[in-house]
Each structure stands twice: as structure tokens, then as C-alpha cells.
T-cell receptor
């Protein structure tokens, strides 16, 4: 079955602009998480959505937001872009079932955002 | 979630077993040990996870000490394609925080010919 799909793969934006990144999870997965990866800070959790509700949020400013649609697809938005927002943004989806321990997260290839 | 400590880098000869250690001395009884790896410029890939028993799958084996304070990921016959950053993560499953993975700096494994 198809994996996690992130679009676009590469993006160049100017400071002050806003950007929207998209993530399509594996079919049947209702949990979608977003991560930012930079050389200095490594992989950092941004937020998680489950059934269209934000379930958890990392320590990022309010310029970073997200949402999830009824088909589990998710978008994240960064407003008023700063140079420091240049990073690889990764999306992960997971299947959750109550009667067994949490299954693994499947990551997409990421969107490489460059802010100039 | 408990904190983990991993060596920053390791080398391994191609065809030999790669043993990657992880310390998680503050692990709680309901926390699982997960391993992921990230090959350059790709998204992290799940490898294996376990609670207290040793686990094996087609990719690797996970050995967890009896006191659960440390674990070792074993790649039985490392290949050049196993060169990656390996992350050891401890997390509770399931809970309201189940979607959140806390990545440390990981171990960069270099497999050499």
C-alpha cells in the first residue's frame, strides 16, 4: 500500500511569506504527527492530530499551525516565515487500535523548506 | 518519557554484526523501547520495539537487559545501506501522548567496506 506522501518535496520562500505543507497518511491511519528537523536542533515534535483534533503540541510559536481533515489528510502552515524556519518538515502517520500496544509511526520523505 | 543516552558515532565492518547500545536508566514499567533509523535526507524508518522481552524481526534484534535500564540494537550482518543515524526512543504506549516521539541525537553508524 502507498506510504505517507508529503507535498511539495522542495520549497523556497521569502522571509515574511507564509507556507502550507501537505501530508497524506497511509490509508486507515488516523494519527498524523509533524516534526521539524534542523542541523542544530535535530528532530523536534511540532504537533499531532487524531480524528481532526489536535491531541498534542510541541514547543513552537503560534506561527506554526496545523489541521486535519475528515479523510485524515493533514496540513501545516507557517506564517511570517523567518530564516530559522528553513528545515526538513516531516510527517508521520500511525494506526491506533485500543487492544494492542501502540504501533510504529511511518514517516514521509519530508518537505525541504528554504527561507531566503 | 524517559531520557535515552547513545554514543554519537560508531563504525562497523560490512558483513559483521553492528551492536548499538542505548541507556535508559529512568525507564518506567509501562514504557517501551523503540528504535528508528534515518538514512541521509530521508524520513525516519521504524526498526523494532520491545517492552521487556528480546525481540527479533527481519531487520534487527533488540536485546533489553533484565532491569530494563539499557538495550542493544543488533543488525546481524551490516551492509553499506545500513549507514544511517539510529535513534533509541522510550515512550509510553498507549496514552494520550502516543503520537509524540522525542528524538535524541542518535548514533551515526558508518558501515565500512
Amino acid at each position: 500500500k502507498a506510504g505517507v506522501t508529503q507535498t511539495p518535496r522542495y520549497l523556497i520562500k521569502t522571509r515574511g511569506q507564509q507556507v502550507t505543507l501537505s501530508c497524506s497518511p497511509i490509508s486507515g491511519h488516523r494519527s498524523v504527527s509533524w516534526y521539524q528537523q534542523t542541523p542544530g536542533q535535530g528532530l523536534q515534535f511540532l504537533f499531532e492530530y487524531f480524528s481532526e483534533t489536535q491531541r498534542n503540541k510541541g514547543n513552537f510559536p503560534g506561527r506554526f499551525s496545523g489541521r486535519q481533515f475528515s479523510n485524515s489528510r493533514s496540513e501545516m502552515n507557517v506564517s511570517t516565515l523567518e530564516l530559522g524556519d528553513s528545515a526538513l518538515y516531516l510527517c508521520a502517520s500511525s494506526l491506533e487500535v485500543r487492544w494492542r500496544p501502540r504501533t510504529e509511526a511511518f514517516f514521509g520523505q519530508g518537505t525541504r523548506l528554504t527561507v531566503v | 518519557d524517559a531520557k535515552t543516552t547513545q554514543p554519537p558515532s560508531m563504525d562497523c565492518a560490512e558483513g559483521r554484526a553492528a551492536n548499538l547500545p542505548c541507556n535508559h536508566s529512568t525507564i518506567s514499567g509501562n514504557e517501551y523501547v523503540y528504535w528508528y533509523r534515518q538514512i541521509h535526507s530521508q524520513g525516519p524508518q521504524y526498526i523494532i520495539h520491545g517492552l521487556k522481552n528480546n525481540e527479533t524481526n527481519e531487520m534487527a534484534s533488540l536485546i533489553i537487559t533484565e532491569d530494563r535500564k539499557s538495550s542493544t540494537l543488533i543488525l546481524p550482518h551490516a551492509t553499506l545501506r545500513d549507514t544511517a543515524v539510529y535513534y533509541c526512543i522510550v515512550r509510553v504506549a498507549p496514552s494520550s501522548n502516543t503520537g509524540k516521539l522525542i528524538f535524541g541525537q542518535g548514533t551515526t553508524l558508518q558501515v565500512k567496506p
